[in-house]
């Protein structure tokens, strides 16, 4: 976590470390920002941390190597680089109801 409260990005300062897991790629927030979600492109998972108190809630599998994120409503859309796929899961029910095959880069 950051500080960017100063105008002169020089005097940013990093207020606390937040464990994720393996090769932590893209992050979205939740509509009301409390939650951050942070794709792990080593293991699949994302890293779901409560940014109230700023620890990690937990850890869930959505697809190997996944890589940008997005949140709309209760939906997490995740890119996937191997294979190249977009992933739409739903947060409340912690399943994947659609995804969609793309090119290679």
């Not at 020089?10 to 942070?38: H, I, N």
């Not at 850890?59 to 977009?86: C, M, V, W």
């Amino acid at each position: 976590v950051i500080d960017i409260s100063a105008p002169d990005p020089s005097l940013w300062k990093v207020v606390e470390q937040l464990q994720t897991s393996s090769v932590p790629r893209g992050m979205a927030f939740s509509a009301d920002g409390r939650v951050l979600y942070v794709a792990n492109m080593g293991n699949g998972n994302i890293s779901q941390v409560d940014m109230t108190w700023q620890v990690l809630e937990e850890n869930f599998f959505i697809g190997y190597t996944p890589r940008h994120l997005l949140t709309q409503d209760h939906y997490l859309f995740a890119s996937l680089s191997s294979p190249e796929k977009i992933i739409k899961y739903n947060l409340e029910s912690r399943t994947r109801v659609a995804e969609i095959k793309t090119e290679d880069d």
